[in-house]
């Protein structure tokens, strides 16, 4: 049994931020993360979060796959004309 799943919701616990389910979706509809702008490089990160992020993803860490998750539910969604 895994000790530190590393999952969403401990992704969240990780960055020090809220993680019951209507926090973490009230972070995603008040944090969206600008067209272009990969995650750790958003503005709404401390410093800390930021960095913990960008080693995570480069280094293709076991928190990699929560943080693309993130990234995809704070990324707005595509138009349906740009979809097809």
């Known amino acids: 049994m895994e ?3 590393h999952d969403l919701t401990h992704l969240f616990l990780q960055l020090g931020l809220p993680a019951e389910r209507a926090e ?3 972070f ?11 995650l750790s490089e958003a503005a ?4 800390s979060q ?3 992020l960008k ?6 860490a076991s928190w990699a796959a929560a943080a693309d998750q993130l ?3 704070l990324s707005p969604a595509m138009p349906a004309s740009e979809a097809d």
């Open 3 to 5: 000790m530190n799943p």
């Open 44 to 47: 709404f990160w401390s410093p």
């Open 50 to 52: 930021a960095e913990f």
């Open 28 to 38: 995603v509809r008040e944090h969206p993360l600008p067209p272009g702008t990969r």
């Open 24 to 26: 973490r979706e009230a």
């Open 71 to 73: 990234a995809a539910l």
């Open 55 to 60: 080693r995570s993803i480069a280094d293709n």
